[in-house]
């Protein structure tokens, strides 16, 4: 279903998107709230030693092609044609975004003064908000410009774009593989086209990358959580630094096409983690049980390695 520019906007407002330019769009995460609160802090601090309340959640497109079934973006929905917008209009509009965002806090006696002080400094970007965001043809250089903003850059990608994986540079690069087949791929991600070969390309150009690598496995309960010596096979050729194993989340717009019985509890993603990490050879050096998410790695050494000004 196709909305018109002001439809789809008011859809995404409704949901706490704050648009930037044409095309992308910025939301701040529940963990920032906490952040500013002191009420805890995000998996990926916890994991990485970035500041959550120094992160800024954007995207620079909503488009995607795919339709993951445990996607809680609309992706039911598809996003006005654009033309596209340059990556310093993107980079300036996201921080923009992020300081209205941060509006209202500073009246909370709720809210840590410090940490709302960093907090109008931010130091870290996860591109990763919705859309694919390698369907952006010019991320190369929106890495860059936040680069240059010292900024640190995590960009999530599907992998089914090899030619631009192959391209960029961020500070950590993901690709999601949430299937050890082609026939489970086609039933979890419902790709627009057949794009499962693609990924395969992604995965095998990880080991070329001087980036830090990262493979997140999202399990979904009844879909994908068979075959660990599937996955393990895949992971062997990308060889990624981590691999983060995580639970389906019944929240958003999942909820329309997944029951809530579909979400795995933490015990169960620990034990289909412990099992690819002993395909693998990987070592389980972490987890976060309330975000129901395990972090392998090559060694056992827990990968703290980012500072608060973007350098390891």
Same mark, same amino acid.
């Given at each position: ?8 906007? +008011?859809? *995404?407002?409704? /949901? %706490? ?5 044409a095309h992308s769009a910025v939301k701040s995460c529940l963990w920032l709230k906490k952040a500013l609160r002191g009420e805890g802090m995000c998996y990926k601090e916890r994991f990485y030693g970035i500041f959550s309340h120094r992160c800024i959640q954007m995207t620079p ?22 033309g596209w917008d340059s990556p310093s209009l993107i980079a300036d509009g996201a921080i923009e975004a992020q300081m209205r965002l941060l509006t209202g806090y500073g009246g909370s006696s709720k809210t840590d003064g410090a940490a709302l002080r960093e907090a109008h400094t #931010?130091? /870290? ?7 694919? #965001?390698? *369907?952006?043809?010019? *991320? ?8 240059? +903003?010292?900024? =640190? ?8 774009? #090899? ?7 961020? =500070? ?18 419902? #790709?627009? @086209? ?15 990358? +001087? ?17 660990? !010596? %599937?996955? !393990?096979?895949?992971?062997?050729? @990308? ?26 509890? /933490? ?5 289909? @983690? ?8 990987? =070592? ?13 790695? +090559? ?10 000004? %973007?350098?390891?």
């Amino acid at each position: 279903m196709r909305m018109s520019d002001e439809e789809y906007w +008011r859809l *995404l407002r409704k /949901h %706490g998107y704050q648009r930037v330019g044409a095309h992308s769009a910025v939301k701040s995460c529940l963990w920032l709230k906490k952040a500013l609160r002191g009420e805890g802090m995000c998996y990926k601090e916890r994991f990485y030693g970035i500041f959550s309340h120094r992160c800024i959640q954007m995207t620079p497109t909503l488009m995607c092609n795919q339709r993951c079934m445990f996607c809680w973006r609309p992706v039911e929905v598809e996003p006005p044609a654009y033309g596209w917008d340059s990556p310093s209009l993107i980079a300036d509009g996201a921080i923009e975004a992020q300081m209205r965002l941060l509006t209202g806090y500073g009246g909370s006696s709720k809210t840590d003064g410090a940490a709302l002080r960093e907090a109008h400094t #931010p130091r /870290h970007v996860a591109i990763s908000l919705a859309g694919e #965001p390698t *369907l952006y043809p010019y *991320l190369d250089e929106l890495i860059r410009e936040f680069s240059s +903003r010292d900024m =640190t850059t995590f960009v999530v990608s599907n992998g089914t774009c #090899p030619e631009v994986i192959e391209k960029i540079s961020p =500070t950590m690069l993901y690709i999601s593989l949430d299937a050890p087949d082609e026939h489970t791929y086609r039933k979890v991600c419902r #790709p627009i @086209a057949n794009t499962w070969n693609r990924v395969l390309e992604s995965l095998e150009l990880l080991p070329q990358k +001087r980036c830090r690598t990262n493979v997140r496995i999202t399990l979904v309960r009844g879909l994908n959580m068979h075959d660990e !010596a %599937g996955y !393990a096979t895949l992971l062997e050729k @990308a060889q990624p630094d981590f691999v983060e194993v995580k639970a389906y989340m019944h929240i958003g717009f999942s909820r329309n096409r997944l029951a809530r019985d579909a979400m795995p509890a /933490h015990e169960e993603v620990h034990a289909f @983690a412990s099992r690819i990490a002993h395909f693998t050879g990987y =070592t389980l050096v972490d987890e976060v049980p309330i975000s129901r998410v395990v972090l392998l790695a +090559r060694d056992d050494r827990t990968p703290r390695w980012i500072s608060g000004v %973007g350098h390891e």
